[in-house]
């Protein structure tokens, strides 16, 4: 299903009481803004993605961001909480490496640049300053996770960049001359 | 060719679209019936309850939590209402209507920010309550029996406000303040108070129509302009000032709706426009308003 956010959630609530999720297996990014709103709503069984769920990065500085979001705001970080967070560290990393604060040398310093951030080394690949980064494919479990209180993806299947993004040549393809 | 079991699951869909719709916009039409503003913070009557009853019953499936948190809702949103009508609209009445817009339109940001302040922007969705939340099967269709209770809720608000303005002290003071309200305090009769009372009334409306429509929808930020949008086209549709017209304004709106899901998927979201537009080249006043005075 290609609707996401506020609009995911109500269909997903009119498509209930309907008896869609019995009828058909369907697909959709039920991801961290989501499922701990919907909690036992959540489609259990049907197909779900997101791009950084931190309930399956298994790295020790994940799970310390994790705990201190989680002491600062009571809640548990969204997907866009973990990239942002990734996001500025990858600009701090080409700052301090073009030692400067402007907009053309950072984005110089970081094209082609392997960073390290608190998910592992995160490339940015040198034609067009896009991160690689996985996309994480799972069913939506059946009851709350007994910690988070929301449904967990189970079964997780690790998308990897080279298998789902578009390949440089295939992305300039598609620019605008 | 659309087969028929399906046009009449979405018949339902409509009315149960349009009997929120009503409610909301009854309020707003018998506002500004009373007193001649349109509240533009109506929206905030209905966002702040669907905000409340998630506080209060959000992620739970038990039923008894909902009732209270919809019960507590409505009252609380209510006396806002009160307060809204004494310490801002009682001020600006004979003011004229841009100001009395621009006061209301402001209301609308400071109660938006302040929502964002107290509940935060995250998606917040609240369970069906438990016994509502099953299926009913209509000719071989699944349809939710929480539509079936928005349904009657509609016809009974509808009921329920025509005897209050019928039958009540208050609704005939409010029909008189409608007409002559010179006449009225004339006659001994406290107008400040009946447009607290008429207001606090809109208030409740929009409050019920939001916590009672929460279960179905994302409540999130937004959710108040949103509404007002679609309350103003049924009340303009229907007439100001008439709650009769506002349910007429709901029930064309909620099936055109409908319809235009079925028949072109792509062009619905043009449908309610388009009615409004039609209904205004040939009545500018609304199907039932009365011109203004």
């Keep these: 299903m290609f609707i996401y956010g506020g609009d995911l959630l109500t269909f997903t609530k009119q498509a209930k009481g309907y008896g869609f999720f019995e009828q058909v297996k369907a697909g959709g990014p039920w991801d961290l803004t989501l499922l701990p709103a919907l909690k036992a709503e959540a489609p259990a069984g049907h197909v779900a993605w997101s791009r950084a769920p931190f309930f399956a990065i298994d790295t020790p500085e994940v799970k310390d961001f994790v705990r201190r979001y989680r002491a600062k705001y009571n809640e548990w970080p969204t997907e866009w909480s973990l990239l942002g967070y990734t996001a500025v560290q990858t600009w701090a990393w080409g700052v301090q490496k073009a030692g400067s604060f402007d907009g053309d040398p950072v984005a110089e310093a970081l094209a082609g640049a392997t960073v390290p951030t608190i998910r592992g080394s995160i490339t940015l690949r040198k034609c067009d300053h896009q991160a690689e980064i996985p996309e994480y494919i799972g069913t939506i479990a059946a009851s709350p996770h007994p910690e988070y209180g929301f449904p967990i993806l189970e079964n997780i299947f690790v998308a990897h960049p080279e298998r789902i993004m578009l390949s440089c040549d295939g992305a300039q393809k598609l620019q605008p001359r | ?293």
């Design chain 2, 1 to 293: 060719m659309v087969a028929w079991p399906d046009a009449v699951i979405q018949l339902l869909s409509g009315l149960t679209a349009a009997s929120i719709l009503f409610i909301v916009a009854s309020g707003l039409t018998l506002v500004f019936g009373a007193m001649r503003v349109i509240n533009m913070a109506h929206g905030s009557f209905y966002m702040y309850p669907a905000f409340i009853l998630a506080t209060v019953a959000g992620g739970t499936a038990g039923g008894d939590r909902f009732w209270v948190g919809l019960m507590a809702a409505v009252v609380l949103v209510t006396l806002l209402g009160g307060l809204v009508e004494v310490g801002v609209l009682r001020r600006i009445y004979d003011k004229e209507h841009l100001t009395q817009l621009l006061a209301t339109f402001a209301l609308v940001y400071i109660f938006a920010d302040l929502a964002l302040q107290l509940w935060g922007g995250a998606y917040r969705s609240v369970p069906v309550p438990a016994g509502l939340d099953g299926q009913v099967e209509v000719f071989g269709r699944a349809f939710p029996v929480y539509n079936f209770f928005l349904i009657g809720l509609g016809v009974a608000v509808g009921t329920g406000l025509w005897l209050l303005l019928q039958r009540t002290t208050l609704g005939w003071q409010v029909r008189a303040l409608v007409e002559d309200p010179e006449l009225l305090a004339a006659a001994g009769v406290n107008v400040r108070r009946v447009g607290t009372l008429a207001f606090m009334v809109g208030a409740l409306l929009a409050a019920l129509a939001g916590a009672a429509r929460a279960p179905g929808i994302t409540i999130a930020p937004g959710m108040d302009t949103e509404i007002l949008v679609d309350a103003f086209i049924v009340a303009v549709i229907g007439g100001l000032g008439s709650v009769t017209g506002a349910a007429l304004g709901a029930l064309i709106i909620g099936t055109f709706q409908a319809a235009g899901v079925l028949l072109a998927a792509e062009w619905s979201s043009a449908f309610i426009y388009l009615a409004m537009i039609l209904v205004l080249i040939v009545r500018p006043s609304g199907l039932l308003g009365i011109p203004e005075r």
